[in-house]
């Protein structure tokens, strides 16, 4: 007879369980021996989660499977639990197996084939679905107590640092991180932004990217409050750190990012009748202008764009009227076909240049990756050999993990990046080069996402025709900033 082995090991169980891949493999071997089988393939998932049914080996092996079911009598694993940890999956595993006539064996549980063998191993695969679920939700019930207590329990934001030294963790400042941060928010709420803000920081010895100033901003852990999203309704729980800012600075940084606008201005309700309602805007007062009917004779109902502010020297313009300037206004802002093939080819340039650098941090990134291995990897052997007993070796351990986590992230965000442009610009470009048409044909809802793209700043009505302040940078780019056609959008509010 003839069968393959699988052994699955994830690092934390190889480290505090002994499920070492070599234990498994020799097991499995023994038991092959044994039962007169003969081992066709062994296939080894190293620090592999058995959360999921997306690792490598698992899947070669069912390919290995369904490809030689006729010659494949017996499948080998070490004990169930390496095959998956809840019931469900090990069930569908077992249905597959079964339809290609192989046998599901676990070298280290007895039981068999029959009414009592399929019990016992669905029992089996409950317990290894009730531990894991267990552990999960005593991580995380001990997580929630912790921010309960005003303890943050996760790898230490910018500006501070972890302390243990009482038992449990608990956020002290870093001083010269610290200052870095508090000078980030207060040269913010001076109005430094941008490249600006992310050189000045630079300077001060914090190669900080401009993603990460902005979680920095935002973050009310600052402010000395502990937030965990979907935890406590994302409500903000005092913490026991020493806050970085005060609360006064802290929101008004949030009140110019525009955090705390939305929770001031409730988003208006999408009006087919409507549909520039929430973006025009009153040229006299500033105020957002409503739309509204007026009935006339017959009680018959015209539609009007109307200011509301009482007094207000706008008055009413029909609906119509605004509607017929703002198609005129969006003929004015399409590019020509001469325009578009430009930009694409200048585009092109650009994203090609851009790919250099990503792949160049890939690299890098891929040896602080092999080099994390390596440290996990001596780290575990020191444990193995019982150099280091287990709480040296999870106090050493987690940081290793969680800097693996993120690099593992980010490498895959830098992969991510790495799609042909073609079909984001011509997609892009389609909807900026036929704004007529796409407007014309698209829903309200579609309508409500595109306005604020192509009119960051809103619209106005004056002088018998619809202009704006600004418009996007890549119909700037497009149409060219003198542009005849666009000299209409130059006007400003008064």
């Known amino acids: 007879m003839n069968a393959v082995i699988y052994i699955r090991v994830s690092t934390t169980e190889q480290a505090e369980k002994g499920y070492s891949l070599k234990v498994q493999e020799e ?55 390496r095959l998956g940890r809840n019931t469900h ?59 309960e207590e005003g303890r943050w329990t996760w790898r230490a934001p910018v500006g501070y640092r972890l302390d243990k030294s009482n038992g ?27 490249s600006e803000l992310i050189l000045k920081v630079n300077k001060m010895g914090a190669p900080l990217r401009k993603q990460t100033i902005s979680k920095i901003l935002r973050n009310p852990i600052y ?87 009482s007094g207000c020297s706008h008055g009413s313009v029909a609906r119509n009227t605004v509607n017929e300037s703002f ?51 001596n780290l575990i052997d020191l444990h193995g050999k019982g150099l280091i007993d287990k709480e040296e070796f999870s106090k050493r351990y987690e940081p290793l993990k969680i800097e693996k986590q993120e690099a593992t992230l980010y490498e895959k965000e830098n992969e991510t990046n790495h799609k042909s442009i073609d079909s984001y610009l011509d997609y892009g470009l389609k909807v900026f080069g036929n704004l007529p048409y796409f407007w014309e044909n698209s829903t309200i809802e579609a309508k409500d996402k595109l306005l604020p793209i192509v009119f960051p700043e809103g619209i106005y009505y004056k002088d018998k025709k619809v202009g704006t302040t600004k418009i996007p940078t890549i119909l700037m780019v497009l149409k060219g900033k003198n542009s005849e056609k666009s000299a209409m959008v130059e006007h400003t509010v008064p």
């Open 327 to 377: 198609m005129e206004l969006l003929h004015s802002l399409t590019p020509d076909e001469k325009e578009i093939k430009n930009f694409k080819i200048a585009m092109k340039e650009v994203w090609k240049q851009k790919d250099k650098t990503r792949v160049s941090e890939t690299k890098k990134i891929k040896g602080r990756i092999k080099a994390l291995d390596k440290k996990i990897d």
């Open 223 to 309: 402010k000395g409050k502990i937030k965990v999203k979907d935890w406590y309704g994302g409500e903000e729980k005092d913490g026991l750190h020493e806050p970085i800012v005060d609360e006064e600075l802290f929101n008004r940084v949030q009140f110019k990012l525009g955090v705390y606008k939305n929770l001031q201005k409730p988003k208006l309700k999408l009006n087919e009748d409507f549909p520039l309602r929430g973006i025009l805007y009153c040229p006299e007062c500033g105020n957002r202008i409503t739309g509204a009917f007026s009935t006339g004779r017959g009680s018959k109902k015209y539609p009007y764009y109307r200011c509301p502010e």
């Open 27 to 81: 097991a499995c071997l023994k038991y092959a021996l044994s039962n007169d089988y003969k081992v066709l393939e062994l296939f080894r998932e190293e620090g592999k989660s058995a959360k999921t049914a997306d690792r490598p080996e698992l899947q070669r092996m069912l390919k290995y499977m369904n490809k030689n079911k006729k010659t494949v009598d017996a499948l080998i694993v070490y004990k169930m639990d």
């Open 89 to 147: 999956d090990i069930s569908s595993f077992r249905l597959i197996f079964d339809t290609l006539g192989i046998k599901l064996i676990s070298a280290t549980e007895a039981f068999d084939n029959s009414s009592m063998g399929n019990f016992m191993q669905t029992m089996l695969a409950g317990m290894a679905q009730y531990e894991n679920d267990l552990r999960s939700e005593r991580t995380r019930s001990g997580m929630m107590k912790a921010v």
């Open 168 to 194: 449990k963790s608990s956020l002290v400042q870093d001083r010269d991180e610290a200052d870095i941060v508090r000078e980030l928010f207060k040269s913010f709420d001076r109005g430094l932004k941008g």
